[in-house]
């Protein structure tokens, strides 16, 4: 049931999120970051994507899922952990609410390189 709900409500926010993408495009340009573009389409629903997102994130369960600028700025987060999460992620998750949105290789590296420039200082190197 809980599943069922999660998937309608994701459904109907990625809805909301295209008709309000498609609304602002016609007054003013969208960024030209496929990364944060195809995030706000696909991830609003149950993250803060970006501070100008058109809506909240309509996913209220608990734990909530962490905001992206969050994610960037986790000491271990790092490009390839962050791809290597996101290719591995099972369709419909046991432990995790989050699922398995099909993205593409080339959409995962937009998503992951959107969410990396997020962080408020460089990763520290790796050595």
């Given amino acids: 049931m809980k599943t069922r709900r999660f998937r309608v409500s994701a459904a109907i926010a990625a809805s909301l999120a295209w008709a309000a993408l498609a609304a602002n495009a016609q007054t003013k340009p969208v960024a030209g970051d496929a990364g944060r573009t195809l995030a706000l389409l696909a991830c609003t629903g149950c993250h803060v994507v970006a501070t100008d997102q058109p809506f909240k994130p309509v ?4 734990p909530h899922p962490p905001d992206f600028k969050e994610i960037a700025n986790r000491p271990n987060t790092t490009a390839a952990s962050l791809q290597r999460y996101l290719e591995t ?8 609410h989050m699922p398995n949105l099909l993205l593409s290789s080339q959409e995962i590296r937009n998503v992951v390189a959107y ?12 050595q």
Wanted: a negative charge; aromatic letters at 4%.
């Fill in 89 to 96: 992620l099972p369709a419909v998750p046991e432990n995790s």
């Fill in 115 to 126: 969410i990396v420039s997020l962080r408020d200082r460089p990763a520290a190197p790796t």
């Fill in 59 to 62: 996913y209220v369960g608990e």
